[in-house]
Nanobody, 123 residues
């Protein structure tokens, strides 16, 4: 069983920064990718980036340059730092785990999901 717990969401103003955390526990294995996704009501869940076990990151064009994913050197916590936030970044943010460590941005690659944390950016 794998458990993912997001934290750090909240209400911020446009232009602010916010850092989300994702703590993975349970039978994660030793090599996996953590992906971050977001979703607004009525829309598809979209990727905002991923990080492999070795620290390789990938980002979609929509957030590249504003969002940064990092991880602890030891331990199972991954961070999503979001800068220059915009109202259109408002969404529920999820972290997910791909046990095959593919480093992808496609949600179908991820087997385990957290419950999500709400991020609201006011204008």
């Amino acid at each position: 069983q794998v458990r993912l717990q997001e934290s750090g969401g909240g209400l911020v103003q446009a232009g602010d920064s916010l850092t989300l955390s994702c703590a993975a526990s349970g039978r994660t294995g030793t090599s996996y990718t953590i992906g971050w996704f977001r979703q607004i009501p009525g829309a598809e869940r979209e990727s905002v980036g991923s990080i492999t076990r070795s620290g390789e990151t990938r980002y979609p064009v929509s957030v590249k340059g504003r969002f940064t994913i990092s991880k602890q050197n030891a331990g199972n916590t991954v961070y999503l730092q979001m800068n220059e936030l915009k109202p259109e970044d408002t969404a529920v943010y999820y972290c997910a785990l791909d046990p095959a460590n593919r480093g992808g941005l496609i949600k179908e690659s991820y087997r385990y999901w957290g419950q999500g944390t709400q991020v609201t950016v006011s204008s």
